[in-house]
């Protein structure tokens, strides 16, 4: 059986390393926002390209709590991506503010400027790309707009730790960026975690008052904040992570580069279109088919486990059910939701695992 990710061989392969961290942690006697997460949130901002760090308890929390030390709340808009992890949304939702969908270019499944332009109303605050699946987003056109309308662009980076635009990481592409360490993102850690990234030194102060209460000195609530923080022994498995990320993210690529060469030629399957400049981190693996159930089904009849990111398009969640966005027509997203699979990737996976895969995906190509 091909696992889609097999999350303990990450912890097998450095756990001498993990084992070491989890003594000195618990034996510092001090467990959440201490030194760890000092050094991790130093190392990360400087990882990405910022000044600034302020890690939370999830990548929701972080892009809810930007938009929250941006000032952005009810009656404000915000876009999103219509084909998405419904995070995204519900960040803008938290806040009380309007997500505004906006239609993917549909080679690169990322948003763009031109659709982007055109959603733009007086009500607009703020614009959260999203490096889906681990593909920068085209950012410079992005912020020109941004800063024509006096816009926040806050990146969605969940699922693109360590990607690079035009030599810039992801993570520093915007105003702020908003990173998840679920454990099986790129960077993930034993639990949930997350961190917002900035250059931005007010924004970072505020969003580190939010996590904690809105306090910055102990039993001094400056705002109404939250409990939003990672615990030092995720830091201190994140701080090991951190420093593999660049080599495990080369074997996704190498995963991926024996996808492209080896069905390249299938008809009717769609690959990952990679545009100049972009250095992706393949956090997935996604093809189209126009059978996608079935040519799931054939995967999983022959013990290859693949997934879908995502089968229903945010509009059409139960959580937006009363929402307005409900009753509009998103076809791009809709389309993607039906034909979108995902294949086995990560940097454990074995050349042979992927070769068998392949012949899978082959196999049923000879079937249609
Ligand atoms: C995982 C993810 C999030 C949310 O991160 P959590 O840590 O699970 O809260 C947000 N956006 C995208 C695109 C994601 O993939």
Redesign the pocket.
């Known amino acids: 059986m091909i696992k889609f990710l097999d999350l303990k061989a990450a912890y097998l392969e450095l756990k001498s390393e993990f084992d070491d961290a989890y003594h000195r942690v618990m034996n510092s006697g001090w467990y959440l926002l201490g030194q760890e997460t000092e050094a991790f949130e130093q190392e990360y901002a400087s990882f990405c390209g910022v000044d600034h760090c302020v890690t939370v308890a999830?990548?929701?929390?972080a892009?809810g709590l930007t938009l929250r030390a941006a000032n952005i709340g009810p009656g404000d808009e915000v876009i999103v991506p219509s084909h998405?992890?419904i995070?995204?949304w519900l960040a803008v939702t938290q806040v009380g503010a309007t997500p505004v969908p906006v239609e993917p270019d549909p080679a690169t499944y990322n948003l763009n400027w031109v659709a982007i332009e055109r959603a733009i109303s007086p009500k607009t605050r703020a614009i959260i790309p999203?490096h889906?699946y681990g593909q920068p987003v085209e950012i410079d056109p992005i912020l020109e707009i941004a800063s024509q309308h006096n816009l926040l662009v806050l990146e969605?980076a969940?699922?693109s730790q360590g990607a690079c635009y035009k030599g810039r990481r992801s993570g520093a592409l915007g105003h702020a960026a908003?990173h998840?360490?679920?454990p099986g993102?790129n960077l993930g850690a034993f639990s949930?975690?997350?961190a917002v990234t900035t250059s931005d030194a007010a924004l970072a102060e505020n969003i580190r008052k939010l996590r904690n209460y809105g306090s910055q000195v102990k039993y001094y609530h400056e705002l109404p904040g939250i409990n939003s923080r990672i615990d030092e022994l995720q830091a201190a498995f994140l701080r090991i992570k951190l420093r593999h990320l660049d080599e495990w993210n080369a074997r996704r690529a190498r995963v991926a580069d024996i996808y492209c060469n080896s069905l390249e030629s299938i008809p009717n399957l769609v690959l990952p279109h990679l545009p100049e400049g972009l250095k992706p981190v393949w956090h997935l693996f996604v093809v189209r088919h126009p059978k996608r159930d079935e040519l799931q089904e054939f995967l999983t009849a022959h013990e290859v486990q693949t997934l879908i990111h995502y089968p229903i398009p945010c509009h059409h969640a139960g959580a937006y059910r009363d929402a307005a966005v409900n009753k509009q027509d998103f076809p791009i997203a809709t389309e993607l939701a039906e034909t979108v699979l995902s294949l086995p990737i990560s940097p454990h996976h074995s050349e042979t695992d992927i070769t068998t895969v392949c012949q899978a995906i082959k196999a049923f190509a000879v079937g249609q």
């Open positions: 999830n990548g929701l929390d892009l998405t992890f995070a995204t999203v889906l969605d969940a699922q908003g998840s360490f679920y993102k949930d975690g997350g």
